[in-house]
C-alpha cells in the first residue's frame, strides 16, 4: 500500500480480554515503531525495531504488553488482561534507512482502544 | 536524546507568518533537530528536519541558532489547516537506527 496501514481501525474490548493491533508497515521501511496516546495526551513511546537488531522495548508500559515484527513486514502489538487504562490510540510508524541511518517516520492513522 | 521546551500554545492570524520557537540546550553534536506536526485525530506527520545549516523545503523552514541550543519552524503563509500541534524533537541519526521520543509540542491556533 501507498502508507502504513493499521488494524483494526477501532476495537472495543471487555475489561480482561487480550487484543492484538496490526501495523503493515511501509514496504521497504526498515524501522518500525509503535506509541500510545491517551485522550488529550501527547504520544508515549512503547516500542521500536530496527531490522533484524534487538528491539527497544523500554517503553512497553508492563509486561501484560507485548510486540513482534517477522523481519521487516508485520507487527503486531498484543495487550494481555486488558485494563480501563489501556483505553487509548495506538499508533505505528515505519521508516526507511539511508547511509545517515532513519530519516523521516510515516504515521498510521491508528487504531482506537476502548476497553470497557 | 537531549529533552526539549516548547511553549504549550500559540496562536497565529491566517496568512500571516507562524514562528514556532523549540529550546534544546542539552543537544549533543551528533543530533539533528526534526519538527512533526499533529492535526486532531489524524497521526503525526513529518515536516522538517536539519543539523545545524537552515533548511527549507515546500512545507515550512527549519532556522538552528549557531550554537544549536535553540531553533524555530517557520511556516510562511500560515492557513487554518495548519492549526495542530506541532512537536520539535531531537535525536541522534545513525545508522542503527533510534527511537523517536515525542515531548508535549505546542498547540498552534490559526485563526480567521
Known amino acids: 500500500g501507498a502508507g502504513v496501514s493499521q488494524s483494526p481501525s477501532n476495537k472495543v474490548t471487555e475489561k480482561g480480554k487480550d487484543v492484538e493491533l496490526r501495523c503493515d508497515p511501509i514496504?521497504?521501511?526498515?524501522?518500525l515503531y509503535w506509541y500510545r496516546q491517551r485522550l488529550g495526551q501527547g504520544l508515549e513511546f512503547l516500542i521500536y525495531?530496527?531490522?533484524?537488531?534487538?528491539?527497544?522495548k523500554s517503553g512497553l508500559p508492563s509486561d501484560r504488553f507485548s510486540a513482534e515484527r517477522t523481519g521487516e513486514s508485520v507487527s503486531t502489538l498484543t495487550i494481555q488482561r486488558t485494563q480501563q487504562e489501556d483505553s487509548a490510540v495506538y499508533l505505528c510508524?515505519?521508516?526507511?534507512?539511508?547511509?545517515?541511518?532513519?530519516?523521516?517516520?510515516?504515521f498510521g492513522q491508528g487504531t482506537r482502544l476502548t476497553v470497557v | 536524546d537531549a529533552k526539549t521546551t516548547q511553549p504549550t500554545s500559540m496562536d497565529c492570524a491566517e496568512g500571516r507568518a507562524a514562528n514556532l520557537p523549540c529550546n534544546h540546550s542539552?543537544?549533543?553534536?551528533?543530533?539533528?533537530v526534526y519538527w512533526y506536526r499533529q492535526i486532531h485525530s489524524q497521526g503525526p506527520q513529518y515536516i522538517i528536519h536539519?543539523?545545524?545549516n537552515n533548511e527549507t523545503n515546500e512545507m515550512a523552514s527549519l532556522i538552528i541558532t549557531e550554537d544549536r541550543k535553540s531553533s524555530t519552524l517557520i511556516l510562511p503563509h500560515a492557513t487554518l489547516r495548519d492549526t495542530a500541534v506541532y512537536y520539535c524533537?531531537?535525536?541522534?541519526?545513525?545508522?542503527?537506527?533510534?527511537?523517536?521520543?515525542f515531548g508535549e509540542g505546542t498547540q498552534l491556533t490559526v485563526n480567521p
Open positions: 525495531f530496527q531490522g533484524n537488531s534487538a528491539p527497544d
Open positions: 536539519g543539523l545545524k
Open positions: 514496504s521497504g521501511h526498515t524501522a
Open positions: 542539552t543537544i549533543s553534536g551528533n543530533e539533528y
Open positions: 510508524a515505519s521508516s526507511p534507512r539511508d547511509r545517515g541511518g532513519n530519516t523521516e517516520a510515516f
Open positions: 524533537i531531537v535525536r541522534v541519526r545513525e545508522t542503527s537506527g533510534s527511537r523517536l521520543t
